[in-house]
């Protein structure tokens, strides 16, 4: 209902640079990524690359190189439909010079300060980043005057649901926030609806549940712990350190999951969707199945701050130290995503112990490639 009433009948211009017809424009296949040099930003460029798009991303200028999960592309063929432009979510001019100078079909943003623990640190930047930094992306399409053109996917999150009051959620679960990020990306969240209600922006939320892949930052959970198995197989480190190991994910392939974000802005309306695998393990489970990939099997002893786990050979090989604890903590998340699987045809393909194994073996042979570097 949002993209058709205003676009003129038969010509129309896009300040200054093309013109396009309505027909050209339907088929007009150019993507817009802020976070492009993230995990889903990666995985997101190589399939629309593969979809036949051109893609332009947003990298931040850094003093260090930021496109490490982009570097494969740049030996490729089709890195020719790939461009980078530096930007910032808290910059608006930049990102209006940019949408109009790109004139994008498809905008996903992904860009935010994304590290739930930094959050409570970096509580300002962090919603000027991912809660206004959505407001300005919105705003420079409907500045460039493409609000009636542009399809607009927001990276919203199960952060939102936090404390929830019901489990599995879907989306019509309440939202209660547990950190400045989950308040944040709630702004975002409805700052994309309203968008969609007040000026007919094609503007749709993907609410995502915990998604990983041996691209992974190394921050987060899973592949801090992925990374630690690894080195502790090879013997470069005796124990990793952890904090709350009683937390349940929903955890999936970002793979699977920037497939989701495509085909959520290909349905025919605007509208939010969860997408999920609908299954949660804990901190703890994780941990368990990546020692199994390496042929360890774990034992638990002690309590909060005092539990260790042992291996076979009685080596502690996990601590918990209070330090990675957070202010407020999201103890349960697990989604139904009923909604996706019905309108999108989208279900993950990726499952638990898939997940944990890749990104174990992953770790393990890069640690050993590093090492082989090295002799
Ligand atoms: P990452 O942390 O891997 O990537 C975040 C990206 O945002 C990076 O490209 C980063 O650039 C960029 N970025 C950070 N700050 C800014 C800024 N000020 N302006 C522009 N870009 C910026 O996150 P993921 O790929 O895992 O997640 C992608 C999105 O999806 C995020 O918005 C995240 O909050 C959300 N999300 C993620 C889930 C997950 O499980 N992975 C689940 C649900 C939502 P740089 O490389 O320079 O740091
Ligand atoms: P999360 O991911 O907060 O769910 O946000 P993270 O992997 O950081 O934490 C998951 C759970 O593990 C517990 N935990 C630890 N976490 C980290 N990072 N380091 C530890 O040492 C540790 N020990 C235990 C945490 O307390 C938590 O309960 C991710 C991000 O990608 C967000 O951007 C995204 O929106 C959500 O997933 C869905």
Known sequence: TARTPTVPASVFAVPGIQHFTRESWAERKVALITGITGQDGSYLTELLLDKGYQVHGIIRRSSSFNTSRLHHLFSEERV???????????????????ISQVQPSEVYNLGA??????????????????GTGALRLLDAIRTCGLDHLVKFYQASTSELYGQAAACPQDESTPFH?????????????????????????FASNGILFNHESPRRG????????????????????ECMVMGNLDALR???????????MWRVLQHTTPDDFVLASGESHTVREFIESAFGVIGRQLTWSGEGVHEV?????????????????????????QGD?????????????????????????????????LIEDLN
């Open 250 to 260: 929903d955890w999936g392939h970002a793979r699977d999951y920037v497939e989701g």
């Open 337 to 369: 995503a009923g909604k996706a699987r019905r309108l999108l045809g989208w279900s993950p393909s990726v499952g638990f112990a898939e997940l944990v194994r890749e990104m174990v073996q992953a770790d393990v042979a890069s640690a050993r490639d």
């Open 80 to 98: 020719e439909r790939l461009a980078l432009h530096y930007g910032d979510l808290t910059d608006s001019t930049n990102l209006v010079h940019i």
């Open 309 to 333: 786990g042992t291996d076979d050979a009685g080596r502690v090989v996990v601590r918990v130290d209070a330090r990675y604890f957070r202010p407020a903590e999201v103890d349960r998340l």
């Open 177 to 201: 926030p547990r950190s400045p990020y989950g308040v944040a990306k709630l702004y975002a969240y409805w700052i994309t609806v309203n968008y969609r209600e007040s000026y007919g922006i």
């Open 113 to 130: 300060q994304s590290h739930v623990k930094v959050s409570f640190e970096m509580a300002e930047y962090t919603a000027d980043v991912d």
């Open 218 to 237: 190394r921050t987060f959970v899973t592949r801090k712990i992925s990374r630690a198995v690894a080195e502790i197989s090879l013997g470069r480190q």
